[in-house]
Every structure is written in C-alpha cells, then in structure tokens.
C-alpha cells in the first residue's frame, strides 16, 4: 500500500494579515525607544548596524508592494514552499538597497509608519488571489504574505540579539506561521518518514528516508522550540551549539540534522 500523500498546509489569509501587522507593529513600537548609540550597534548580520536592520524589515514588508507595481504574472508557476530556498539570489542587490534606505531615511519610526499604511491599503485593495512576481516566482498574495512573517519575527529576533534587554515580543501567530512554513521546508529538502520534528505548540513533521514511523513513540525524534527552530533554519544558531545550550534534543541514528540546516542562507 503506497503512503499516504502529505496535505499541503493551508494559512488563513485574515490571520495572516493581522500576523504581520501586529508584528511590524512590535517592532515600530520598539524603533521609537531606540537612541542614537543603539542604532549604531552592531547585530549579527555582517557589516549591519541596527539602523541597517530596522531599514532591511521595512524594505521586507514593502517588498509586497513593489511585486503589486509589477505587471501580474500570466500564471502562478511557483507554491509557497519554493520561497525558502530561493532567499540568497539576491543577497549583494539587498545589502544595497538597505543601505540606501537606511541612508534616506533618518526617521526610522515615520519610515515605519509609512510602511505600515502602505502595506494596510495594498491588501485592502487587491484580493489574496492576486499573482506577484516574487523571487521565488509567480506566487499569489495571500501566499507572499506567510512569507512576510519568516522575515519578520527572524529579523525582530536578530534585533533583540542586537540590542541588550530590548525584547521585541513576537506576535504569537506569526511565529506560529514562521515556525510551520519553515518545519514544512525542511520535510521538503529531506522528504521521508523516519525521523519526527517537534516544534511545540505549533509543528510537527515527518522528514528523513528511511523506515517509516506508523506507531509508538517514533525512533528518531528532535524536538525544540519555536526560536530555537528558526535561529537552526536561518543559520542564526548552529546544530552542535543547540545542543550543547539544551535548547535541543535529538534521539535517533536518524536525527542529526546539521547537514539540512540551514535551509534559508
């Protein structure tokens, strides 16, 4: 008997929305507490101070903006578990074009503010089913969105490293999103049915050839937190260090991941 099909995972557009609002407007909140000494801080993406970085979360989100000022696309040709792998084709054109906005945009909270009422008339203006022509390819609107919260609560947590005892909170559904689209690009790089990943309260996934798991406790388990597990997908953390911290289990001939990670670079 062949094994069952895995069920594409679906994302409510509504909460999706109030995701990466809620979540921009963390971080907005947070910008305006900032000082001049903290902006220039260093964070842990080369050659970016926080001022770079704040600039870089807005460019993500008016990312959806500049896809919708392009012509639509004649068909959608990409799925949303494409966009993980296709991030670092452009890495050198968005180290300058951040730099630029952090350049032309000293006040970083009206850059924001901006941001925010851009992205809130563009998606009252055209439906979730709106083809853009993103990196990764033709992918509709509501699906572009999900990936707007993986750069939102990845660089909010880059932010929070960058400055001591800021702790920009993360909006609970789009780190649910975040969490599920990147435990969902794993099971696609590596697919199989050996080895469970954990991600508590919000993921679970079968990935790995080998012997599938039907029932009992699975032979090969890693379980870890929601941060814990996009900081390994980003290359944010590593594997080994994870461990060592006990900020991962992993039990199993089949649950070292180090070779998987990261996904997105």
Same mark, same amino acid.
């Given at each position: ?54 600039? /870089? ?13 392009? %012509? ?23 180290? +300058? ?9 000293? +006040? ?31 992918? %509709? ?29 993360? +909006? ?67 594997? /080994? ?25």
């Amino acid at each position: 008997m062949p094994p069952a099909k895995k069920r594409t995972r679906t994302y409510d557009p509504a909460r999706t929305r109030t995701a990466v609002l809620a979540q921009l407007g963390n971080v907005r909140q947070a910008v305006r507490t900032l000082t001049p000494e903290q902006l220039g801080l260093p964070t842990r993406l080369p050659g970016w101070t926080v001022r770079e970085l704040v600039a /870089h979360i807005g460019m993500a989100v008016t990312a959806v903006g500049r896809s919708l000022d392009r %012509p639509e696309p004649a068909r959608q040709d990409a799925v949303l578990l494409d966009w993980p792998f296709a991030t670092s084709a452009n890495s050198s054109a968005i180290d +300058d074009f951040t730099r630029r906005l952090a350049g032309d945009h000293p +006040d970083l909270d009206a850059y924001l503010a901006d941001v925010e009422q851009g992205l809130t008339g563009q998606l009252d203006a055209y439906p979730g089913t709106r083809l853009l022509a993103t990196n990764a390819g033709a992918l %509709p609107l509501a699906d572009y969105l999900v990936t707007r919260t993986v750069e939102l609560v990845v660089h909010t947590d880059d932010l929070n490293a960058a400055v001591p005892g800021l702790d920009v909170p993360h +909006d609970r559904q789009a780190l649910a999103a975040a969490t599920r689209l990147l435990a969902d690009a794993l099971a696609v790089k590596a697919p199989g049915g050996s080895t469970e990943v954990r991600i508590p309260p919000f993921a679970v996934v079968q990935c790995v050839e080998g012997p599938r798991h039907t029932r009992g406790t699975p032979p090969n388990v890693v379980e870890t937190d929601p941060l814990t597990w996009i900081r390994l997908a980003t290359g944010r953390t590593a594997w /080994h260090d994870a461990l060592r911290d006990a900020e991962l289990s992993a039990g199993g001939d089949r649950a070292d991941l180090s070779g998987l990670l990261p996904l997105m670079a």
